[in-house]
Antibody
């Protein structure tokens, strides 16, 4: 089981970025997927998740209306479109796998991709 | 939001000794609690879920206990590879993490 994120980088406040996470080693369509972030030197914060067949999406209040999660079953990938970025969105963004019928614990996690929002 | 509070913030323990880490929830989370280990420059790794069930491949020296608002992660005999930051996470109502406990070599 492996998750590999990409798409991070330096962006100005108000800008956009799209993160990708490619999954392998398991049946991607069977699992909820989630994004968690970690500001430099800080703790962990859940950001968003997406379910399986119905594709229901949920977001932390801090990103609601600015971030959009999606998944592409043909590419075994999950994405995080981040718009109207703020300095406080600076963090390592991890994608992680959830369960098959719900999201409880997160296992495994990808290696993360760093997003820096700065002018 | 359910606030998770971990104590202590840092813990110094000698290899071979036992380490006990605590996690308190601001309201009951039943047994909907997980523990993760994070080493510098690495992603978190799941250790325990449902408060006391070890994840696949996790050594038996790691054990979790508790329910409601009080939880404990115990590492029975510390190995060099166990020195890391440990986070608890509740999934009873949305998802929130504690601020972490840094386990250091004494």
């Amino acid at each position: 089981v492996q998750l590999v994120e990409s798409g991070g980088g330096l962006v100005k406040p108000g800008g956009s970025l799209r993160l990708s996470c490619v999954a392998s080693g398991f049946t991607f369509s069977d699992y909820y997927m989630t994004w968690v972030r970690q500001a430099p030197g800080k703790g962990l914060e859940w950001v968003s998740y997406i379910t399986t067949s119905r594709g229901t999406m949920e977001y932390h209040d801090s990103v609601k209306g600015r971030f959009t999660i999606s998944r592409d079953y043909t590419k075994s990938s999950v994405y995080l479109q981040m718009d109207s970025l703020r300095v406080e969105d600076t963090a390592i963004y991890y994608c992680a796998r959830g369960g098959t019928s719900s999201l409880k614990w997160f296992d495994p996690w990808g290696q993360g991709t760093l997003v820096t929002v700065s002018s | 939001e359910i606030v998770m509070t971990q104590s202590p913030a840092a813990l110094s323990v000698s290899p071979g000794e036992r380490a006990t880490l605590s996690c308190r929830a601001s309201q009951s989370v039943n047994i909907n609690l997980a523990w993760y280990q994070q080493k510098p420059g690495q992603a978190p790794r799941l250790l325990i879920y449902d408060a006391s069930t070890r994840a696949t491949g996790i050594p038996a020296r790691f054990s979790g206990s508790g329910s409601g608002t009080e939880f404990t992660l115990t590492i029975s005999s510390l190995q060099s590879e166990d020195f890391a930051v440990y986070y608890c996470q509740q999934y009873n109502f949305w998802y929130t993490f504690g601020q972490g406990t840094k386990l250091e070599i004494k």
